[in-house]
């Protein structure tokens, strides 16, 4: 039976924004009250199934204290030597940096007050998240990326720090608790009816925080909003964010904010499962397929595409998913050949879907490739495009092509030493960029532009951020921002 009482707070889910506006709440003095849909051990949502936030920082002694280091003396001499490397070639990554990267990849659509919130907050919250015990791990890879450092453990490690942290300072949480409708009194929001164990419950608070997703994980929500083509796309994430968080806050006055018809999808494996749950040692990326930027990606006519090596990954596989979706059969493989094997671009692919074959031709009619001899006539183009620049997949190399369309940018190398590799790929949904217009402490709006007392929405219920596209590990730290900020601006109702 469900234990009802009447917190100062309630918050609507259990990811990364509904922890990070509990802790900050619960640290402002207030009594806090998390409600999840799913069984404890699922807890998490998609942020379980993170690995970084993006932050600024001003040099590489910003992302020192995050690291947390080995505790035995013999990894440890190893691990300062790796350490000292990298030192040695990280340059700051400032919130100008991060602003612009922002407004180059949503075309200058990003709210820019809430753009200019999350990246100036960025590092703050990165060290209040660490001063609470959170730490971080070292990548090593694209050190001049903006992505240096991931969550230790993961972020299924940064979920269960998150509900240790939470539950030490005494927040409650209770699990399969579906949050099915706001209770609105005096013109406040002043609690939500849930469902649990078959029962629906009243239960009131001062406030109440929404931090339960979007409607990405709603086949009817995605074909009504983003096209009949996403109806049956398969998730990255979890099946939970069915988007009722979203039609509740609609249903007591709030508006549909920013663009509801682009979101998050990526590459990923043809064969991965229709959607993920949070568990130990899984990860959302054991099936993405994110060497595609060193790849030549075809699809079935045997024609390239996109600019797959436009800029860094992290600004540009949010859209790639989108760009495989509209292929023939909404697949497209990418292809490598013996130098990108050896140049390691592939080790991340662990038990992949994949052709191999000692010639081109050969490997073509394993595909589903409807013209062997136009997919060859075309990799012969490409082949015979390339600029004599230094290849290296840790920076930007400006090895590019010239007069074939569409251009290819960076790591542009030849497909001619066997074996070629193939890599059949689909898209996979991550979130949707649409969400509900909010002041910068998350407070909902009204078509009036009044805030909507008592009713907050933070991560991805939050719309303004993100259109067309997103820089990677801006999810996360948004959810961290704006959940941080809604905690503390509610614990003064
Ligand atoms: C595989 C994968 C990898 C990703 N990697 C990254 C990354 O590295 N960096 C990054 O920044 N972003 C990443 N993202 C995006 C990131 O996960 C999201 O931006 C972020 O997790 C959103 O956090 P959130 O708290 O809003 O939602 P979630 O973490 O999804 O939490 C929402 C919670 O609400 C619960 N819920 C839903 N409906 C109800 C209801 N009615 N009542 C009660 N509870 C409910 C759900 O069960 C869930 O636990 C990734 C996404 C996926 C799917």
Known sequence: MLEIYNPDIIIVGAGNAAFSAAIAARQNGSEVLMLEKTEEKYMGGNSALTIHMRFAYNSFDDLLPLIKFPESSNELSQFEIKIQALKNMVKEYTEIDYLNDINKVTENRSNQNLSHELVSNSLNTIQWMNKLGHYWEPTFENPTSANVVSFDGKGYGLINRWKKIALQKGVKIIYECSVIDLIKQNNNISGVVVNHKNQNIKLFSKSVIMACGSFESNPDMRAKYLGAKWRNIKLRGVPHNTGEGLEMALNYGAIPYDDWSTCHASPQDYNRPDFDLPGKNKSGDYWSRYAYPFSVMINQDGKRFIDEGETWRGLTYAKTGKAILEQKQQMAYQLFDAKHRSEGVLNKYKNPTNYVSNSLSSLASKLKIDNINDFLSNINNFNNSISSEHYNPHILDGKSTSNIIPKRSNWALALDKPPFEAYPVIAGMTFCYGGLKTTINGE??????????????????????????????????????????????????
């Open 444 to 493: 909902v709006l009204n078509r009036q532009g009044n805030i909507i007392k008592g009713l907050y929405a933070v991560g991805e219920m939050l719309g303004g951020l993100w259109y067309k596209n997103y820089p990677s590990g801006g999810g996360m730290m948004a959810g961290a921002v704006f959940g941080k900020k809604a905690g503390e601006k509610a614990s003064t109702n």
